[in-house]
């Protein structure tokens, strides 16, 4: 609901009255209307910036969250499958006072609910005193029998842990639900606080805000001391559902700024109860997991049997005390929202004390009577299941939606919860306008288990702010979210530090390159060249047509073009359509259903460095966002004038090349060279290679065709021929640096073939592509195997001689109309010489594949 008629109000302005049936607790303005003290310094200087000033720091925030890769997806209908990660200009704020009784709660609740955990995995003490009903903890879905008696990590259960904070209307704030299994959303507070700081870095000149950018190192050394073997350097890994995770990117996140690898169950194998990582170089040993999959998915062997998402024997591994697993199995009945009710009580029996931090009133549906005080006022409570943030029905649902509700309730009633609906603070967000919009808002809190046994909270929060005119939160329901501040004063202390000093080491171990990551390092490289390579030869083609050919060259030209663009497929009727006309070659750079298009090829690019975005810098993936969203606004109309259809293809052709070539010097200059990036590096020059061997093949199979009709070709004819090639590939004019010399056969096999120093030549993208791999005291398989088929490739180049395929006598003097009279017969050995160099190459992708990605050279 906009506030102030859209407008963003004085600081002084009163606003308008609420209506009289809400009770919900405003965060931002008392009763009177009038800021409360705590926000009033952020507002008097928020709202008294120009209204266009607001609006540029809206649209820059938004677009740092896009290159950041921020996103929850909840569908993938998007042709990029990714929705952007909603942050306000206007923070959140926590006075020191009140963030100590909050943070003091949940360290309360986190240790009641630790001995909870012990004692349900053990003794079960509470239950059999009857303080508790058993129904809800030993029926619960979340209750896994498997995990008793397994050894916990530092004998604790919860290590990272969130919970959800709600106001009431009476303004205190009461836990409406626990993330204590999994601390979700923990990287989104650091990504709003990192991109707040970028855009509106005065903002925090008012406010001493506390630092939470210690976050991951503090988590790092947390699961590296619970490494249950002796080791120096423990070995720690990400267990992530995979890209398909509405999460992925918080994954990706925390992977990064953590310094570990982010792993599927697909890239992880139990040998001998020891869990390994498979990597290009081997099996790597890991001694701590942190998983940010549920319980049931770990293990298909003892848990879910149909889970793909874990890692068979993982149990066993647990059992047998040679890897850590945190948080441990078991953690996740904790969340479960039927426990909420009985917080109180949990606290009381294994701590004597009364809980300092309330509990959302909450009804298990399980139990008859309150499951028929809920059914008898359905509209005034929010039904959620005893895990996630779905809602099941909405406000305003027809009636029928209600009853089918009703029904569900009745027959499965404990799988739900009832909360009440008006619970919750309302806040105000600045919209894209700059005007301020009231939201509804909760909050999610992290902490982290110390050394002694207690829980230190991070000072901040993820805020979660409803949109538009919905009144859920939840990110799954389409919620966005503000940085959150805790205010100290000069004089107060910080939080103690939760980092473990180390001594510095000597020598940093190198980090591990799984096979998957290999993979998909390697499909961008390739991907991504032969966008660029698509786009680059599209706008020559564009560039020599509006620069008014006469028609005898264009009919040099276009046969050239033709041969080497890849055609169009007409899927309804199996024709191939022209590329020689601007609708052909617009429909080639920006129709998503070619294949072979230059948007079809960026969007495979653009998903392999989704699977991967922990492995990249945010610098550099930021600019393939930067790219996607170029692409993605530039609408698909084909039926455009010519004029604008070659300019739109201009256009996009140079927004591709200038991107592609943009995103490779990013991450030269932002990242690692190690394994993992140079596989990438890798698929380009491997991509590279192929072009031209592709391209070297096709113009002169075109060349002896010709030879067959007429033995004579005149002179111009194969030096216009050449030159487009040559430009097409964007080597003219290192041809013309390198022989200073007209466009002739010879010296332009040697060099897109055999010269060491130009970029396209074979040799040397081949040569790079070994140099990559590894260096020549490496013995491994996979790259024995590799550097052989490489030098086998290079040595049928070096063996060519060139001048012999091509002698050529003159049958009279150019200025004559005389022209090269070419050897038919030799010109076909040459063709099958560079079909043999084609085929060798290709062949060397086999050979990388399985080498470094599938292993099919070690197995054998």
């Known amino acids: 609901m906009p506030i102030g008629a859209g407008t963003v109000c004085p600081v002084e302005q009163k606003l308008p009255g609420k209506d009289g049936a809400t009770t919900l607790w405003d965060e931002v303005f008392g009763p009177d209307g009038m800021p409360r003290e705590l926000y009033r310094p952020l507002l008097d200087r928020v709202l008294s910036m120009p209204r266009r000033e607001i609006k540029l720091i809206i649209e820059r925030l938004e677009a740092t969250m896009r290159e950041m890769g921020v996103t929850f997806d909840i569908k993938r209908s998007r042709p990029w499958g990714q929705r952007p990660w909603f942050c306000d200009v206007l923070p959140e704020l926590f006075g020191g006072g009140e963030w100590?009784?909050?943070?003091?709660?949940?360290?309360?609740?986190?240790?009641?609910?630790?001995?909870?955990?012990?004692?349900?995995?053990?003794?079960?003490?509470?239950?059999?005193?009857?303080?508790?009903?058993?129904?809800?903890?030993?029926?619960?879905?979340y209750f896994q029998r498997p995990a008793v008696g397994l050894p916990r990590p530092g004998g604790a259960f919860l290590h990272l842990a969130g919970a959800a904070l709600t106001r009431m209307p009476d303004g205190r704030m009461a836990v409406s639900h626990h993330y204590f299994s999994n601390a979700s959303g923990i990287s989104y507070m650091m990504q709003n606080r990192r991109a707040l700081s970028r855009v509106f870095a005065e903002v925090f000149d008012d406010h001493n805000a506390q630092s939470i950018a210690d976050a991951p190192v503090s988590i790092l050394e947390t699961f590296r001391g619970l490494a249950p073997r002796g080791s120096d350097e423990p070995t720690v890994a990400l267990l992530t559902p995979g890209a398909g995770s509405p999460a992925y990117s918080e994954h990706s996140f925390l992977a990064r700024r953590m310094g570990v690898p982010l792993v599927q169950g697909g890239d992880l194998l139990v040998l001998d109860d020891r869990l390994y990582l498979k990597t290009v170089s081997g099996l790597e040993r890991i001694d701590v997991l942190y998983t940010r999959v549920a319980d049931a998915?770990?293990?298909s062997m003892v848990f879910r049997r149909d889970s793909l998402l874990g890692v068979s024997g993982l149990a066993q591994c647990v059992r047998q005390g040679t890897v850590a697993v945190a948080?441990?199995?078991?953690?996740?009945?904790?969340?479960d929202r039927a426990l909420l009710p009985f917080s109180s009580q949990i606290i009381n029996f294994y701590l004597g004390e009364a809980e300092l931090l309330p509990t959302l009133r909450t009804w298990w549906l399980g139990d008859l009577d309150q499951r028929d005080h809920v059914l008898d006022r359905l509209d005034d409570f929010d039904v959620r299941p005893l895990y996630g943030e779905k809602i099941a029905h909405h406000e305003g649902n027809p009636e029928e939606g209600i009853a089918a509700l009703r029904q569900a309730l009745l027959e499965e009633p404990r799988g739900y919860v009832a909360q009440p609906r008006l619970a919750g603070a309302t806040t105000v967000c600045l919209d894209r306008n700059g005007a301020m919009d009231e939201r509804r808002q909760d909050h999610i809190v992290f902490a982290l288990r110390c050394h002694d046994g207690d829980y230190e909270v991070f000072p901040g929060a993820l805020t979660r702010v409803s949109q538009d005119d919905s009144i859920f939160t939840a990110s799954e329901?389409?919620?966005?979210?503000?940085?959150?501040?805790?205010?100290?004063?000069?004089?107060?202390?910080?939080p103690r530090a939760m980092v473990t000093a180390r001594p510095a080491e000597s020598h940093a171990p190198e980090a591990p390159v799984t096979s998957r990551v290999a993979d998909a390092f390697y499909?961008?490289?390739?991907?991504?060249?032969?966008?660029?390579?698509?786009?680059?030869?599209?706008?020559?083609?564009?560039?020599?047509?509006?620069?008014?050919?006469?028609?005898?060259?264009?009919?040099?030209?276009?046969?050239?073009?033709?041969?080497m663009l890849p055609p169009l497929e007409q899927a309804e009727t199996g024709r191939r359509r022209t590329i020689t006309t601007p609708v052909g070659r617009y429909q080639l750079v920006l129709d998503g259903r070619e294949?072979?298009?230059?948007?079809?090829?960026?969007?495979?690019?653009?998903?392999?460095?989704?699977?991967?975005?922990?492995?990249?810098?945010?610098?550099?993936?930021?600019?393939?966002?930067?790219?996607e969203s170029r692409f993605a606004r530039a609408r698909f109309r084909p039926r455009q004038d010519e004029a604008s259809l070659a300019l739109a293809t201009q256009r996009m052709c140079g927004e591709a090349t200038a991107g592609i070539a943009e995103f490779f010097g990013m991450a030269e200059a932002t990242m690692l060279a190690d394994l993992g990036w140079n596989f990438c590096r890798l698929g380009q020059q491997f991509e590279r290679a192929s072009i031209t061997?592709?391209?070297?093949?096709?113009?002169?199979?075109?060349?002896?065709?010709?030879?067959?009709?007429?033995?004579?070709?005149?002179?111009?004819?194969?030096?216009?021929?050449?030159?487009?090639?040559?430009?097409?590939?964007?080597?003219r004019d290192v041809y013309r640096r390198v022989y200073q010399m007209r466009a002739e056969p010879v010296p332009v096999l040697r060099l897109l073939y055999d010269h060491g120093d130009m970029p396209r030549s074979v040799r040397r993208c081949l040569g790079e592509c070994a140099r990559l791999l590894g260096g020549e005291d490496d013995d491994s398989p996979g790259l024995v195997r590799t550097r052989e088929a490489l030098d086998g490739v290079l040595e049928l180049i070096s063996d060519a001689d060139w001048g012999s395929f091509l002698k050529q006598t003159v049958s009279a003097p150019a200025e004559a109309g005389g022209g090269v009279q070419l050897d038919p017969e030799r010109m076909e050995i040459l063709v099958q010489v560079l079909d043999g160099i084609?085929?060798?190459?290709?062949?060397?992708?086999?050979?990388?594949?399985?080498?470094?990605?599938?292993?099919?050279?070690?197995?054998?």
């Not at 079960?124 to 009857?130: A, T």
């Not at 948080?327 to 969340?335: I, P, T, V």
Request: proline share 3%; aromatic share 6%; charged share 20%.
């Open 327 to 335: 948080n441990a199995m078991g953690s996740q009945l904790a969340d």
């Open 693 to 731: 061997c592709n391209a070297g093949s096709t113009i002169f199979k075109s060349i002896a065709r010709r030879l067959d009709k007429s033995p004579e070709i005149p002179d111009h004819a194969i030096e216009i021929e050449l030159s487009a090639f040559l430009r097409m590939l964007g080597s």
């Open 477 to 494: 329901l389409g919620g966005g979210s503000k940085d959150t501040w805790v205010l100290a004063t000069d004089d107060e202390v910080g």
């Open 595 to 627: 294949e072979g298009s230059v948007l079809s090829t960026l969007r495979r690019a653009a998903w392999n460095a989704g699977q991967i975005m922990e492995c990249l810098s945010v610098e550099a993936f930021g600019v393939i966002n930067n790219l």
């Open 523 to 563: 499909w961008l490289g390739r991907y991504l060249e032969r966008a660029q390579s698509l786009a680059y030869m599209i706008g020559v083609v564009e560039s020599l047509e509006t620069e008014e050919l006469n028609r005898a060259e264009q009919q040099l030209y276009r046969p050239v073009w033709n041969r």
């Open 297 to 299: 998915w770990l293990d």
């Open 838 to 860: 084609m085929n060798r190459t290709h062949a060397v992708h086999d050979v990388i594949t399985d080498g470094f990605i599938n292993h099919q050279i070690l197995l054998d």
């Open 100 to 141: 100590s009784l909050l943070a003091a709660g949940l360290r309360q609740r986190l240790r009641a609910f630790e001995m909870f955990l012990q004692d349900i995995h053990g003794p079960q003490e509470i239950l059999r005193q009857h303080v508790i009903p058993a129904q809800p903890v030993l029926g619960s879905p």
